[in-house]
Every structure is written in C-alpha cells, then in structure tokens.
C-alpha cells in the first residue's frame, strides 16, 4: 500500500477545512483498507476516510489516519434486473464522472444526480448530495448495499436486509459507523433529456410554481436560480425524451455559456464585485438579462452536470415544500435591508419525500434553497441569516455544506437522530470514525474523547 510521508497538509476545494493527518492510506484493494484500518486501531489513531474533498463542512478532516480510496475504483458488478433496472456494485473511491461513464458503457445511468461529478461515490452519498426533482430522492436514496469496514477491520455487507440499521447509516451517515468499501446502486436504463433553459420574472416562477400543471410538479427536473438585488431568474426544466430525439447544443454556444457566460465572464464580475461591492446589483442585472434561452437534448448526466470554475462558499438548506416562497421572501427582504452585496445566484431545488434517516428529505416533500458568496467576499453574516429564517420552518442543513447547527438542534428536525446515534454508538464505540465536526452534529460517541496516540 503506498504510505505518504506524514505529515500531509490537506485541504477541501472551497478552503474552509484544513487537516494535517498522522499519516495518509492510499488502500489498492479491501485487504489494504481492512488492515489500514486495524493498524490505526493498533496505534490508537482516529480514521477518516476522504473523496472528492468538495464538501464545504469539515467532515473528512482527521489528525488521525486519512484514508484515500481513488484506487477502489472499479465497476465490480452489474445484475440487470427483470424492470430493465440494474443493481451496480462500484469501488467506494470512484469519482462521479468514472461512474457515470461506465454506466454508459453498460447502456446504464444514475437515476439523478446533482450539479457536478467531481465527488466520490462515497462521499456524495454519505453527505446526502442530491439533485432536483419532485418524485425523485438524492444520491443515497439509490443505494441498495453498502460494503463497510467496522472500527476492529470486520467487513461487513448491509442492505435494507442485512444489518438494516447499519445500513441506514452506511448510506447515508459521514461515515460515521465505517468506512465505505463498495456501494451497490439502483440504476436505470441511460436517457436523454430535454434541457429547457429560460430567463424568467421571479414572480412568474413564483406563481407557477405550485399545483399538479405547477413547474415543479409537471417536469421531471425543474430548478431556478434567483439573482439576489434583481426580479429575475433563470429556470431549467429538464425532461425525459425518445432516444432519438437528438438536439444537441451547438458546440460554439455550449463553450459560450457554459465556459465563457457562467465561468470566466462570471468570474470577471466576480472580481470586480468584490473589488467594487457596491456595483453588484447592476452587475447581477446585467448578468440576469443576459441569459438568453436555449433548448437542448442530451445523454442525462452532461444534462445534470455543469463545470464550476469560480470558487465559491455554500450553505443550503432543506425547508418542507410549502415553505419555500415564504423563506425566499423573507430571504429577499433580509438583503434588501442587510446592505450585504451578493454577486451569486440562490439555487433552489426540490426533492420527494424519503424515510433515511438522516435524509435531509426525511418525511416530507423537499425545497433546498442554496446560498453562495464569493470564497473573496465574507459570507458568514449572510449565511447565518438565512440558517435564522431556514430553522424558523424545521429546516435542515446539507450535512456537506457550511452551517452552525449542533446536534441539540438536528435532533429537533430529524425523527430518528436517536435511533441514528444509537446505531453508530453501537458501531463505533470508541469513536475511531470521528472528528470535531461529526461530534458537533451528531454528538460525541461515549468512547470518543481519547486523544490519539503517536504511532
Ligand atoms: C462545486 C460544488 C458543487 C456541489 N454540488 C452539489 C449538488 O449539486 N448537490 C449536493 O447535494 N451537493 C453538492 N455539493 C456538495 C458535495 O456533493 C458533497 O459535499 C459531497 O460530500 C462531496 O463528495 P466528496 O467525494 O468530495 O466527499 P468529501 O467531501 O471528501 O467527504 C464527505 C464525507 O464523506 C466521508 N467519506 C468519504 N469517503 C468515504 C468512505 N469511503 N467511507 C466512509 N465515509 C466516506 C468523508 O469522511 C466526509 O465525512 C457540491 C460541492 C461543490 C464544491
């Protein structure tokens, strides 16, 4: 097993969590991952597993021993399914784009997925990354098995079957109970999409948002981003369409808009946002007016990903579905009143209602609305008001994304935290899969507060 020399400075992709571990793991195989897991066991060291590096919270970091699963990479199984469906088991380790290329190869594709394909599987599922869609649940939701290496190197294979409760919180858990070897996914046949994309009043979306004919109801993927100091949004309604209905974007137009407008334009308002805040309302007006629509097919997850080249802070927030217009306009009124100059969009998304347990969509039908500033500007003000007006409606932070919430708040807004804390308590007794940030959110496991020995 490959071993960096310790210790490693380590940082996530936005800058906001730092770790400089013991040592480093790179396992090539589940033997080098069980026996890195028992060695740090041996030397009393804390474990933490990392992927992409892309989530906003500190959860991946560790002093202890981070481990590196890029080698647990592989397509291990595919078992198609009488529906047309398949089960797929991939490495841990596998980056979203690898994954979504060899479902392709299989004539196969993730059900959903969210805006980038920069994570690892495991990462992505363990901090409930989503994407949009009424009748449709994140990433997790998409997990039928999870391969998992308890705290003393067992090997453990769960499923809604086996070790249920395990389960529960190996698909969905920052890996608190262990570390993910092998995810089994639902996936379906591949699809093309139809992208619609269209400049829109704010309060025109706002009105057609609700009811069966309503935006988020009537397509299979409906999301808009609101620019905050303007009335204007941009809509994207993505839907299914015949195999053969083949329109692709214009490869000059796709470079402008995707390259040119939404990063290195972007970025270039970013800056002179930041050089000049008091320019950003116009420079979002601006920007807003600028998008002209487009309509497009293509193979479902170049639909669903973007690049995002301009380096930004998020919190995002799940609130019940009927909130959502409410939280807008309080949100809308809170900067208006703030003096606070914010040149990035809100995202805001939906999600069907699912029973994980600690789903951000547990029991009731979704909205997310996503708050960015510029990783330039300062954010914490602006993030923290909207935290206030999101808890004020049982909102739930993403477990990936920056937020201030404890666990004596998160056991008010999820169902089963107790069951949750149970479970990993039992997995993990003595707190080798933790760090600070899971002891805020998830509260400290009993066995927890040792120190980590020298190795
Ligand atoms: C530009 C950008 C765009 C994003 N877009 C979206 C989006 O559209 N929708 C959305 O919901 N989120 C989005 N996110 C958030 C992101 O999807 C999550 O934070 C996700 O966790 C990142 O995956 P990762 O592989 O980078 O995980 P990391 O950040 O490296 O790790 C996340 C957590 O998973 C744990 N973990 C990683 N691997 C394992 C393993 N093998 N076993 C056990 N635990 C493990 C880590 O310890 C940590 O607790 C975005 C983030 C960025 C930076």
Known sequence: MGRAPAPTPWHNWARTAHATPRSVAHPRDLGELVAAVQSAGRAGLRVRAVGGGHSFTPAAVTDGVQLRLDALDTLERVAPRPDGTAHVTVGAG???HALNAALAAHGLAMRNLGDIDKQSIAGAISTGTHGTGARLGGLATQVVGARVVLADGSVVETSPTRRPELFELARLGLGCVGVLAAVTLEVVPAFRLEAREEPWPLERVVERLD????????????????????????????????DDDVRPLHPVRSWIDDELLSNAVFAVTNRIATLVPPATPGINAVSARALAPRSYTAPSAEVFVSPRRVRFREME????????????REVDAWIRSSGERLPFPVEVRFAAQDDLWLSTAHGRPTAYVAVHQNVHLPYARYFRAVEAIAAQVGGRPHWGKLHWRDSAALEG???????????RAQADPGGTFTNPYLDRVLGPVPGGARAPRAA
Do not use: C, M, Q
């Open 317 to 328: 927030y799940a609130v019940p579905r009927e909130s959502v217009v409410d939280v807008l």
């Open 413 to 423: 807004v999820y169902p089963r935290f107790a069951d949750a804390r149970r479970v």
């Open 94 to 96: 596998i980056r979203l």
């Open 211 to 242: 009811g069966p004919d309503g935006l988020v109801e009537s397509n299979d993927h409906f999301e808009f981003y609101w620019f905050p100091h303007t009335r204007r949004a941009l809509t994207k309604r993505n839907n299914r369409v015949p």
